[in-house]
């Protein structure tokens, strides 16, 4: 009858420690997000509309209509 009752303990424990998980707490990692430091408008392509403006402007001052 022992022999039965500490058979039932020993898987008792054994299904415990098997279900508990590790012994030591492992903290999740936060991903670094790595930010590339770029001018205001470095790379993207804006610089493309001040620059039409600007030519735009030109054009328009440039051509006041007045015949020669």
């Given amino acids: 009858?022992?022999?039965?009752?500490?058979?039932?303990?020993?898987?008792c424990v054994a299904g415990g420690a098997a279900f508990a998980g590790s012994v030591a707490y492992?903290?999740?990692?936060?991903?670094?997000?790595?930010?590339e430091s770029t001018g205001s408008?470095?790379?993207?392509?804006?610089?493309l509309i001040p620059l039409l403006v600007i030519a735009l402007i030109a054009l328009t001052v440039g051509n006041?209509?007045?015949?020669?």
Avoid: H, K, T
Avoid at 1 to 11: D, E, K, P, Y
Avoid at 26 to 35: F, H, N, Q, R, T
């Fill in 1 to 11: 009858m022992f022999r039965v009752i500490r058979a039932g303990l020993a898987f």
């Fill in 26 to 35: 492992v903290a999740p990692v936060v991903p670094e997000v790595m930010e």
């Fill in 41 to 47: 408008m470095g790379g993207s392509g804006l610089w």
């Fill in 64 to 68: 006041n209509g007045s015949p020669d």
